[in-house]
């Protein structure tokens, strides 16, 4: 009830500020539950605080304890928290407002004379918001209110992506603006980012390749990270040390295993978000990806190297969350049953720049019809839809 209340009196005061209190040059940004500084949002505000003198980004942040450490680092002026009566008053007389989960605040006929964009944060492979197995009709209803009728455009990447990011947050397909997302134009960006990777590992051998494993999180059982019958740690190991081979896994935040069985294995590490906060950063320094449901790999497509698939238990998981796609169709690489096979193409992808890349740029350009400078793409739509104001 409690909820209600404060939707209804944030609606009540959106709709009183005066248009002439609106400055369109103060920019919101906010990503999940307004706690986190991750995906569109943090790079799209990193962005602007680099490139873009005439427009102020200011991030929510209702967590004082990473809203101090974003102080430190961004300046105390760019984070604000909406706990606090201030930091709502500095949301409703900003222009413009990003998100990539949720929003600012929250409330009814918030986008009258604002601009409110959800960059949201990847390509939809699975089944998202609306769209997902099993919502209730609740949800649903508070959803479209709260959420639906405030974006004024949800971004996207692809031309065939259109219809379904329409249907998953149920606003008309015009509202769909095919712009990109900022956190890919890390894929183009040149770094030391490799070293620095390797600096937060003692002792790691010599390699040649380095690959990320970065499996989805399931929420009705624990991941199997290596879903082989003939999985034996020892045969992996010496695989990976006769071709010099460094195989960095990633797990989901909300997932805990006992990894008792690789820690032996010097050529098997684990890089969770205790080692990098966002795997987005370093994305481009991988040589092969493997992964399973993820739309990681749709991001990775844009690097041009090659992906294995693990859909071990795609019949299950199509059930529990469902997909917008026929997953065969738009997923380019082998799909190994036994660890025999997974590591024959490993090898194959690593050392055969023909194998799968046709089906690899053809999905490329299927879902990443923007493959580069999102940022600034976002940046002159937004300004021009100002200018409307």
Known sequence: M????????????ALLTKKSNIDYSKWIFSSSFNTKFNYNSKYLFEHILKHETDITPLFVINDTKLK?????????????DTRTKSGQNEVLKSGVWLTSAGLPLYGLFLNKRRVIVNLWHG??????????NN????????????????????????????????????????????????????????SEKK????????????????????????????????????????????????????LFIRMHQSEIQNLTTFEKSKRIQFINDDKVKDIMEILNIF?????????????????????????YDK???????GFNFHYNEVTPGP?????????????LLLYNKNYYKEERININNYFNEIKVNSSNLIIDFIQKEIEKK
């Open 335 to 347: 799909k190994p049953n036994t660890l025999v096979e997974f590591m024959r193409e490993i090898n």
């Open 123 to 132: 390509v939809p492979l699975k089944k998202i918001a609306l769209l997902e």
């Open 2 to 13: 409690k909820n209600v209340i404060n939707v209804i009196k944030l609606s009540i005061k």
């Open 135 to 190: 919502i209730s009709y609740f949800k649903k209803l508070y959803f479209q209110f709260v959420f639906s009728n405030n974006y004024t455009y949800v971004i996207t990447t692809s031309t065939s992506l259109v219809s379904i990011m329409a249907k998953s947050f149920n606003v008309n397909e015009k509202k769909v603006k095919i712009l990109g997302q900022p956190r890919n134009d890390l894929l183009f960006k040149k």
């Open 195 to 246: 070293q620095t990777v390797f600096r937060l590992f003692r002792s790691l051998p010599d390699s040649d390749k380095i690959i990320l494993y970065a499996p989805t999180y399931r929420e009705y059982a624990q991941t199997k990270l290596f879903p082989f019958e003939d999985f034996d740690i020892n045969e992996l190991n010496s695989f990976l040390e006769n071709h010099k081979i460094i």
């Open 287 to 311: 040589d092969l990806l493997v992964t399973d449901y993820s739309s990681i790999y749709i991001d990775y497509l844009l690097s041009h190297k090659p992906i294995i698939f693990l859909p």
């Open 315 to 321: 019949k299950k998981y199509s059930n529990k969350r």
């Open 68 to 80: 101090n450490v974003l102080q430190r680092k961004y300046g105390k002026k760019h984070f604000i």
